[in-house]
C-alpha cells in the first residue's frame, strides 16, 4: 500500500524563507497568518491528508463509482466520511472571502493544503475542487444575491459543484456547443442537452449539486458569442436554501476512465431543468475563462501533487529492494544484494523527479503569491506586476508541471521493476490518475497555444520583460559569488535560449502563424525549464545564506546538491527545444492531410 | 472501437527495396522465400491480424483472464478460437527449423508477421510469443531427444510455452532464487516452488504446457552459478506424448496489472513437480541468456506495434475531429469547424510518432535480418558481423524502442483530448499496454547497462567501429548529392555526437563505472537516435533513386518528407542526452541515499 508523507518542511522553507511571507503582514489576508499559524495550518492539514485521505486512494481507484439504477451514484467506501470530516473542519473554507463565510487566508495557504489533499488522494479533491471552481465562477460573475445564497454554503461544503462545459462534439472548440436555454416569464431559464466529462456530476456526499453550465439562448448568436453560464441546481431550492423537488437533472452514466476512479465523472442530462443566468447573458465565456485561469494553476499542481507521490514511495522502495551490487563494490555486504538505490540509473530516475518537484513547487507557490498580490496588493504597479506574470505563466504551469510530472510517475513505476506494473503496488494508478491532467482544463497544446499566441505579446511582451529583467538583476547580484556559480551560470544559459526562442518566435511567428504552433510546446517547455532555474537559483542562494550563518540543517546541503542536479541535467533539454522550435513549420506541415 | 490496419506497404519497401532480401536468394531459408511468396505471406498475416485479432483486443482489455476456483483459467471470449486459427494455419512454425516441423522460413519474415500480431493484439500474441521463446531455449540448450520430443509440439501450437524465472525476491538478480530441485533416481528432478509474473501460465488453449523453471539443485553453489533450467509439463506426458495426470503445477493467482490483461500472468506453484534438466546442471542461466537476447526484439517489437496502432487511430481521430480553425485560415469552410489535423501541434505529436515508427520499423527489421545472416550465411566474416551488431543494438532495440514506443502512445492518446481518456475509445489500453515493454525482459536501465557496461567494449569495440565505418561511406558515397544532404547532415550529426559520448564513456566509465551508469540510458538512446537516423538516410537514398527514375508514388515522396522531419525534430534530443552523459555520475550521486 503506497504512503504519503506531506512535505511540509519543503513548504515551509518556500512560504517562510525563500517567498518570506512575513514581509506581506500588512495585506488583508496576510494579517492573520503569522508563521505560526501557517506552520499549525500546514500541520493540520498534512494529519488530514496522510492519516484520511492516503487510505482511500486505493480503495477509490479499485471501487470506482457506480450509477445504481434510481440514477444516484455511489461514491467510494470511506469518500462520504472523509468528505464529512473535510465540511466539519472548514478545510473548504479556508481562504475564500469573509465576506460569505470563508477564513479569507492567503490563497497561497490554501494552495499548499490543496496540495497534500490532491497527492493524498486526486479523485477524492476534486469533489472540492470542483466546488471551488464553481464558487469561483459565482463569485466571479454572480450578483450579490447570487453571491449570498450560493457562497456560503458552497464555502462550508454544504452544497458542492460542478462545471459543465463539454459536449460530445465540443469540447476546445465551446462554439459549437448545443446545450439550449429557453427563457421564463419568471426571469428564469429551462435548461435542456447533455453535457460530458463532468467530474463530480452526481454524488450523495452533500445537500445539493450546483451545476454551472454553458448554454445558448434561444436566438443566441452562433458561436462563441452566443453562449451564456447558468446556475443549474440538482434539487430545486426555496429563498431558504431548503432543497425540494428535483429539477430534471440526471446523471445519464458514468465514464469509464484510464484513471481517478473514485472521481465521478458524468455524463449529465438537463432537461427543462431551471436555470439562473450568470451575469448577462451571451457573456457567460467570459466568467468562465476567468476562472478556468485560476484552475489551470490547480491543475498544473495535480502534475506536481503525483510526481511528488510517485517520488516519495520509490524512494522507499529502491531503498528497501535488494538487487544486484554497486557498481563500485558492495554497500550493503552483510545482506544477499545492495538496495537498488545504489545503481546510478535508479538515482537519475529518482533524482530527476526530485529536482522537479522542489523546484516546481516552488514556481507553483511563487505564482500563487502573485494572485495574492493581484488581489491584496494596495500597490496598483505590484498587481498589475503581478497580474501580468499570472497571464503568462499560468499556461506553463498548467502544460509543463503536468507534461514533466506524469514522465515523472511513470519513471517513479519504473522503479519499481515488474511491481510497478502490478496494481496493488499503487504506481500505476499514480501514472493513470496523473494522466488527466495533461488533457482536461485545456489540454496541454492548447496551454502552449494560448501561450504564444496570446499570452506572451499581452502589453507589448511587458511580463515576459519583467521576469527578464528580474532574473537579470539576480545574476547581477550574484556575480563573483563562485557558491553561486553552478545555479546562475545554469540559470543565465536557460534564460538565454529562451530569449533566441522567443526571438525566433517573434521573428517568424508574425509572418506564418504555423510556426509559432509548430514550436509552441517547445517554448512552453522552454519557459518552464527557464522558471525551474531561477527557482533552483534563489532556493540556493537562501540555502547558502543559511550555511554561511552556520546553520547545519543537510536540508539545505540537500537543497544545493539537488539544485545542482537540475543545472546538470535537466537545463540541457532546453537545447533540444531551441532547435526543434527554429525549425519552423515547414517539417511539421508537409506532409498532406490524407497522407497521413 | 479502434482500427488496425497492417502496414505492409511499408514492410515490403523494407524487405524488397531497403534491406533487399533478393540479395540473399542463396542462402538457405531465404531460398524457399521469394518476393511473391514474401508478399502473400504478408498479406495473409494482415488479413488475420486486421479480421481476427484486432476485433478482441478490447475484449481481452474487458475481460481479462479469470482464474476458476478448480484453478484453471479462462481467457478471454475468442482467444481459444484464434489460437486455434493460428495453429491450424500453421502461424507458429513460419521462420523454426524444418527439422522438427517448422516451415524455415526467414526470421525477418517471421518478425514481421509478428508485428502485425502484436500491433492487432499485444495480449495475445504473447501466448504463441512465449511458446516461441520457451521453444527457443529448447532448441538452445535441450538434447536431440528433448528438440525431437518438445519442439514439433510447439511449433504446431499443440503444446505451449512459458517462461519463468521471476520469484517475488528477485528479478533482475536471478542469483537469490529459491525454486528447488531434487535429483530423482530416473535422473528426473522434482522441483518445488513459486514464480510470479509467469505470461501465459495456465490457459485452456493448449493440450499442455511446457513451463521452463529456473531452479536451484539441491547443494548447488550460491548465486548465479548454481542455477538450472528445467522443462516440467503441466501434465505429465508419456513417451508418446499423451498427456495424463496432473504435474503439482497450479495457477496461485492472477496478477492484477496496468495492462495487457487479457495475458494470463500467473503466479505459479510448484508443488514436487517433475522436471528434466535442459543442458547440464548449473549452467541454466547461459541458455535463458541466449534465449532472452533474441526475446528482447520482440519486447523492442513491442513498443513499436503500440506505437504503430496507436498512430493509425491517432490519425483517424485527427482527420474526423472538427474543433477550431487553422491558424491560417479555414481549411473546411463549410463544416462548422476544421479538422484538427489542420493545427500544427497536432501534426507534430503524429509526425513524431510516424517518424519515429517507420525509422524504428527499419532498425528493427535491419537487425532481424543480421540475425538470418548470423545464421544462415555461409561466410564467415558476414556471420561475426552479424553477431557483432546482434550484440550491440539489441539492447538498444529493447530500450529505445518501448521508451519512444510507450511515449508516443500517450501523445496519440493526447490527440484525442478527453476522449483519450475514456476506456471505449481504445487509447488508454494501448498506452497501458505498452507501458510493461520497457519493463520485462530486463527493465530498460538494465539494458542500457549491459550496452555500456558489456556490448560496447565487446571485442575491442569492434561492433561500433563497424557500424560507424558503414555510416562514414555511406555519407561518404552521397557526398555532393543535393537531394541526400538534409538527410546526410542529419546523420552526419548524430554519428560525431555519439562518437563524442562514446569518447567520454571510454575515457571516464573506467576511472569509475558510477559514471558509466550515470550516462547508460542517456547514451542508449544517442545510439537509437543514430541508427534510426541511418536507416532514414537509407531509406531517403532509395525513395530519390526511386523518384529520379520517375516512380511517382506518393508514397516516396512521403518517406522523404517523414525522414525530414526526424533529421529536424528527432535529431535534436541528441544533444540533450549528450550533456547530460558528460555531466557524469557527481550530481547523480550526490545526495546519500538515506537523504532521498
Not at 145 to 161: D, I, S, V
Not at 318 to 346: C, Y
Request: glycine fraction near 12%; hydrophobic fraction near 40%; aromatic fraction near 8%.
Amino acid at each position: 500500500m503506497p504512503t504519503y508523507t506531506a512535505p511540509t518542511r519543503d513548504m515551509k522553507f518556500l512560504l517562510h524563507e525563500v517567498l518570506e511571507l512575513s514581509r506581506f503582514e500588512t495585506l488583508d489576508s496576510f494579517k492573520e497568518a503569522d508563521a505560526d499559524m501557517i506552520d499549525a495550518i500546514l500541520e493540520e492539514s498534512a494529519k488530514f491528508a496522510q492519516d484520511v485521505l492516503t487510505p482511500l486512494n486505493r480503495v477509490g481507484d479499485e471501487h470506482g463509482c457506480v450509477r445504481n439504477d434510481d440514477g444516484s451514484v455511489t461514491t467510494p467506501p470511506g469518500f462520504h466520511e472523509a468528505f464529512d470530516h473535510m465540511r466539519e473542519n472548514g478545510w473548504m473554507g479556508l481562504a475564500v472571502d469573509p465576506q460569505y463565510g470563508g477564513q479569507g487566508l492567503p490563497g497561497i495557504l490554501g494552495l499548499a493544503c490543496g496540495e497534500m489533499t490532491s497527492s493524498a488522494n486526486m479523485a477524492f479533491a476534486m469533489y472540492p475542487g470542483l466546488t471551488g471552481g464553481a464558487a469561483k465562477a459565482i463569485s466571479i460573475g454572480g450578483s450579490e444575491t447570487q453571491k449570498n445564497f450560493y457562497l456560503p454554503r458552497m464555502y462550508a461544503g454544504e452544497w458542492t459543484g460542478t462545471m459543465n462545459l463539454t459536449e460530445s462534439h465540443c469540447g476546445t472548440d465551446l462554439g459549437l456547443l448545443k446545450t439550449k436555454a429557453i427563457p421564463q416569464a419568471d426571469g428564469s431559464y429551462k435548461i435542456t442537452g447533455q453535457k460530458i466529462f463532468i467530474s463530480a456530476g452526481e454524488h450523495g456526499m452533500s445537500d445539493n449539486i450546483i451545476h454551472l453550465v454553458l448554454a445558448r439562448i434561444e436566438d443566441a448568436p452562433a458561436g462563441v458569442k452566443g453562449i451564456s453560464l447558468f446556475i443549474v441546481p440538482k434539487f430545486k431550492v426555496d429563498e431558504n436554501g431548503s432543497t425540494s423537488e428535483t429539477n430534471g437533472v440526471s446523471c445519464g452514466s458514468i465514464e469509464k476512465k484510464m484513471g481517478i476512479h473514485g472521481n465521478s465523472t458524468c455524463v449529465m442530462n438537463y432537461d427543462d431543468s431551471v436555470g439562473e443566468l450568470i451575469g448577462d447573458e451571451n457573456k457567460g465565456l467570459r466568467v468562465m475563462f476567468v476562472m478556468m485561469n485560476e484552475a489551470r494553476l490547480g491543475v498544473g499542481m495535480q502534475g506536481l501533487c503525483q510526481s511528488e507521490v510517485a517520488y516519495q514511495n520509490a524512494v522507499i522502495y529502491a531503498n528497501d529492494r535488494l538487487q544486484g551490487r554497486s557498481l563500485t563494490g558492495p554497500k550493503n555486504e552483510n545482506g544477499p544484494a545492495d538496495p537498488i538505490i545504489v545503481h546510478p540509473d535508479v538515482r537519475r530516475m529518482l533524482m530527476d523527479i526530485r529536482s522537479f518537484n522542489e523546484g516546481g513547487r516552488a514556481f507553483l507557490y511563487w505564482l500563487a503569491l502573485q494572485e495574492d498580490l493581484e488581489k491584496y496588493s494596495p500597490d496598483e504597479k505590484v498587481r498589475e506586476r503581478a497580474d501580468d506574470f499570472l497571464g503568462l505563466m499560468t499556461p506553463v504551469i498548467k502544460g509543463y508541471l503536468t507534461d514533466i510530472g506524469f514522465a515523472n510517475c511513470v519513471n517513479a513505476q519504473q522503479v519499481y521493476g515488474g511491481h510497478g506494473f502490478i496494481e496493488e503496488w499503487g504506481m500505476s494508478q499514480f501514472v493513470r490518475d496523473a494522466r488527466i491532467a495533461q488533457i482536461y482544463e485545456g489540454a496541454n497544446g492548447i496551454q502552449a497555444l494560448d501561450l504564444v499566441g496570446r499570452k506572451l505579446a499581452r502589453n507589448g511582451g511587458r511580463a515576459l520583460m519583467n521576469i527578464s529583467a528580474e532574473i537579470d538583476a539576480f545574476v547581477a547580484e550574484n556575480e563573483g559569488n563562485e557558491a553561486m556559480k553552478p545555479f546562475t551560470d545554469g540559470l543565465s544559459n536557460a534564460k538565454g535560449k529562451l530569449q533566441m526562442g522567443t526571438m525566433w518566435l517573434m521573428q517568424n511567428g508574425m509572418s506564418n502563424p504555423d510556426n509559432a504552433g509548430a514550436g509552441s510546446v517547445d517554448y512552453m517547455h522552454m519557459l518552464g525549464i527557464t522558471m525551474l532555474s531561477y527557482m533552483w537559483a534563489r532556493m540556493a542562494k537562501v540555502a547558502l545564506t543559511k550555511i554561511e550563518a552556520g546553520d547545519d540543517d543537510p536540508f539545505y546541503t540537500d537543497k544545493l546538491i539537488t539544485g545542482k542536479y537540475f543545472m546538470a541535467r535537466i537545463v540541457p533539454n532546453i537545447d533540444a527545444h531551441l532547435a526543434k522550435l527554429q525549425s519552423g513549420a515547414e517539417p511539421v506541415m508537409a506532409l498532406a492531410a490524407d497522407r497521413f
